[in-house]
């Protein structure tokens, strides 16, 4: 099993920024993958962005790109998402998440999720 503890969120005007982290604890392989996913009110969970643990090889969702940036620290088995010029449109609960990378669909499937943190951005 894989724990994830979030922290980070909270309130901030358009134009701020606000750095995310998630701490993993338990058991990884060599496919293991962290990513942000968000969920807004009303609307579907949505991915955001995602780092492969082993090459460190990144993706971004398109409304994020140039803005928010993924990292790791592998002696402390965290993720952290920093969220610059943030608009009222990122506001949503964020959830990190672990997975594993499936090559026949060439994507990673999310089994492990972090219990969510609220990101306000007011204008």
């Known amino acids: 099993q894989v724990q994830l503890v979030e922290s980070g969120g909270g309130w901030v005007q358009a134009g701020g920024s606000l750095r995310l982290s998630c701490a993993a604890s338990?058991?990884?392989?060599?496919?293991?993958?962290m990513g942000w996913f968000r969920q807004a009110p009303g609307k579907e969970r949505e991915f955001v962005a995602r780092?492969?643990?082993?090459?460190?090889?990144?993706r971004y969702a398109d409304s994020v790109k140039g803005r928010f940036t993924i990292s790791r620290d592998n002696a402390k088995n965290t993720v952290y998402l920093q969220m610059n010029s943030l608009k009222p449109e990122d506001t949503a609960v964020y959830y990190c998440?672990?997975?594993?990378?499936?090559?026949?669909?060439?994507?990673?499937?999310?089994?492990?999720w972090g219990q969510g943190t609220q990101i306000t951005v007011s204008s």
């Open positions: 780092i492969a643990w082993s090459s460190g090889s990144t």
């Open positions: 338990g058991r990884t392989f060599s496919n293991y993958a």
């Open positions: 998440a672990a997975g594993t990378y499936y090559s026949r669909s060439k994507s990673y499937q999310y089994d492990y």
